[in-house]
């Protein structure tokens, strides 16, 4: 039976090969991966969010550009603080999918059974909540 167009991938990736994943390799690029965010972004996120977690003091001026100005300094500031606090989590996230599907193939004909959907399972299983409004990381 053929396959709907809606089955197809789009038309200018037809005519690629077929994608193949070296199981031993992901399960050491989940290894380094784990080590690289352990061992030398962890112990940094800490400092890096307090410091850019700073209160700025407030603006009393007739200078409305330069309070708009410090106001956007601070929500940037603010939002760069939670992506580096959430790219140790993600990235960690990202380093126990791998581990989990190169472990779960590892001693099976990996090209044969290994399915796109596992790998999202894996993934999906290491997702965290959005975090809410006014939400703080814990101590690092």
Known sequence: MALSNEDLPP??????????ADIGRMEEFAAKLDAEVR???????????????VDLPEVYTDF?????????HQASALDTADLIY?????????????????????????FATARVSDVKEALNATSAATP?????PPDA
């Open 86 to 110: 959430f790219y140790r989590e993600a990235t960690g996230a990202f380093a126990t999918a791998a581990g989990t599907v190169s472990a779960q193939y590892r001693d099976a004909d990996a």
């Open 39 to 53: 061992d030398n972004f962890t112990p940094h996120v800490a400092r890096i969010y307090d410091d850019m977690s």
């Open 11 to 20: 038309a200018w990736l037809r005519d690629y090969a077929t994608i193949e």
């Open 64 to 72: 409305p550009e330069l309070a708009s100005f410090v106001d956007a």
């Open 132 to 136: 809410e409004a006014g939400w703080r």
